[in-house]
Structures are given as structure tokens and as C-alpha cells.
């Protein structure tokens, strides 16, 4: 066998070993990835249950941006970038929490840090992993969906299930 035939070979066969990688492991990893992002940053906003003075200063000098107010925008991004990191981790509203982290991205991307655009493409990949194609089956949504459908009925919830078909 020729070296390239090798190549191509070897080619084939670590496309092969990736294809079977499942989705909700990939889903599961951005998912997890991508919360931990958001939270950290989250914290860095917040002493306890407070927004802080030097958030509010950042959002007022530092950050601009237009249309809203600094205090209210510093006390919305700490409270996204908790509450949604929250559902995307055990997977709940698990699409609808990406789009509005990948609209926050976006706004971080135009308006607060344009020359960031690699990281924020990397967050955004893992954010449209997860709208396009769902949070995978270790999720609150598969289990609630497949509950609703009428497949699996959680224990906690026998005998409360919906009767639409």
C-alpha cells in the first residue's frame, strides 16, 4: 500500500471513529462548556446577591451601549448570565436559552469587544449546536418531550400525564 493510500486510509477510518461519537455527548459538552462561560462571567458582576459598583461602572464607561441604560443593562446580563447558564446545565428550555446567550454574544461581539471575534465564534458554535440541533437526550427537555409525546412517563409524574395524541 502506498503512503498515500495509507493516508486516505487512515483518513477513513478516524472519520468513521467521529461519526460515532453521539450528538447528546457533543450537546452535553457544549452545553456544560458554554454555561460555565457565562456563569464565571456572571460572577464577576455580582458580591452575593448584589450587582456591583464595578460592574455598573464598567457598563457605564467601558461597555456603552446604546439603548439602554448601564445600571439596568449590568443588572440584566448578571441575572442572564446566571439564570440561562442554570437551564443549559440540567437542560431545560435548553434552545431558548442559547438563542438569548448567542443574542447576548452577539451584542458583546458588536458593541463591547469587536476585536474578540474568536472567542466569540467558538461560544457561538457551541450556542447554535444547541439551538439547531437540540440539548441531547441527557437533558430535562428530551425526558419532558418524550413525557408530552406519550413515549416515557417519568415515575414522579404517573398518572399526570397529558391524554393528547
Known amino acids: 500500500m502506498t503512503f498515500v493510500a495509507s493516508a486516505v486510509a487512515l483518513h477513513a477510518r478516524a472519520v ?3 461519526e460515532m461519537i453521539p450528538h447528546s ?3 452535553l459538552l457544549a452545553r456544560v462548556s458554554i454555561a460555565a462561560v ?3 462571567s456572571g460572577q464577576t458582576k455580582v458580591d452575593g446577591w448584589m450587582v456591583t459598583d464595578s460592574a455598573v461602572y464598567l457598563f457605564e464607561n467601558e461597555y456603552r451601549l446604546p439603548l439602554i441604560d448601564p445600571w439596568l443593562a449590568a443588572h ?3 441575572a442572564a448570565e446566571h439564570f440561562f447558564p442554570l437551564l443549559l446545565v440540567v437542560g431545560f428550555l435548553s434552545r431558548l436559552s442559547a438563542l438569548a ?3 447576548m454574544t452577539t451584542v458583546i ?3 463591547v469587544y469587536p476585536g474578540a471575534w474568536p472567542t466569540h465564534g467558538t461560544w457561538a458554535v457551541c450556542l ?3 439551538v439547531i440541533r437540540g440539548p441531547g437526550v441527557v437533558s430535562l427537555d428530551h425526558l419532558l418531550g418524550r413525557w408530552w409525546h406519550g413515549s416515557a412517563v417519568p415515575p414522579a409524574m404517573a398518572g399526570n400525564r397529558p391524554h393528547m395524541r
Request: proline share 0%.
Open 16 to 18: 468513521s471513529l467521529a
Open 25 to 27: 455527548f457533543l450537546a
Open 38 to 40: 457565562f456563569w464565571q
Open 76 to 78: 440584566l446580563a448578571a
Open 101 to 103: 446567550l448567542l443574542a
Open 109 to 111: 461581539q458588536i458593541f
Open 128 to 130: 447554535l449546536v444547541i
